[in-house]
Antibody, heavy 119, light 110 residues
Framework: QITLKESGPTLVKPTQTLTLTCTFS??????????VGWIRQPPGKALEWLAL???????RYSPSLKSRLTITKGTSKNQVVLTMTNMDPVDTATYYC???????????WGQGTLVTVSS | QSVLTQPPSVSAAPGQKVTISCSGS????????VSWYQQLPGTAPKLLIY???KRPSGIPDRFSGSNSGTSATLGITGLQTGDEADYYC???????????FGTGTKVTVL
């Protein structure tokens, strides 16, 4: 059974760096074709894809946020970490991680974590 | 601003059919598989359709997907009150080298 769960701060101040961790089970990020992606959703707004990391450590980023994002495999084999620099109130959103076979967000998503950016 | 355009809302009575369009371009829908997601209020998105028309296990055949050129369509037949949700299309954009979601469509059951 595949599960994913996001963790990280619920409140960050403007200009700070956000670090979110996706902890997953039921699959291995060393298996060919497997990837994990991050998606966010501001309150009342549409989904926005952020970043993706493949089993072979290849990475993809949203062009509009590329300069602020870094996605890495965590120190634990079952974790993926997303960092976003220079946070702004417009970055307030629910952040999701998703099992993304061949790079496509699939049938397994985390519950999401709401991050509020405010001073 | 999303590169995939959906109507903001569609509605129909219970038992009726609705279709949701997703308009893109040759760099995304025209050359890549489309997925569709359902998001019930307060929950994470759920995969409804992948690879244009395939349904994951457990998704009823009331939900269908199709493509034509640079547009995709999600169809829902036998509309139920439980289908009230936001629906999103998604696909890879080869020019952006990134995954993109549509603008989202709210389905209302009258």
């Amino acid at each position: 059974q595949i599960t994913l769960k996001e963790s990280g701060p619920t409140l960050v101040k403007p200009t700070q760096t956000l670090t979110l961790t996706c902890t997953f089970s039921g699959f291995s990020l060393t298996t060919s074709g497997v990837s994990v992606g991050w998606i966010r959703q501001p309150p009342g707004k549409a989904l926005e894809w952020l970043a993706l990391i493949y089993w072979d450590d290849d990475k993809r980023y949203s062009p509009s946020l590329k300069s602020r994002l870094t996605i890495t495999k965590g120190t634990s084999k079952n974790q993926v970490v997303l960092t976003m620099t220079n946070m702004d109130p417009v970055d307030t959103a629910t952040y999701y991680c998703a099992h993304s076979p061949s790079g496509i967000p699939g049938g397994y998503w985390g519950q999401g974590t709401l991050v509020t950016v405010s001073s | 601003q999303s590169v995939l355009t959906q109507p903001p809302s569609v509605s129909a009575a219970p038992g009726q059919k609705v279709t949701i369009s997703c308009s893109g371009s040759s760099s995304n829908i025209g050359n890549n598989y489309v997925s569709w997601y359902q998001q019930l209020p307060g929950t994470a998105p759920k995969l409804l359709i992948y690879e244009n028309y395939k349904r994951p296990s457990g998704i009823p055949d009331r939900f269908s997907g199709s493509n034509s050129g640079t547009s995709a369509t999600l169809g829902i037949t036998g509309l139920q009150t439980g289908d009230e949700a936001d629906y999103y299309c998604g696909t890879w954009d080869s020019s952006l080298s990134a995954y993109v979601f549509g603008t989202g469509t709210k389905v209302t059951v009258l």
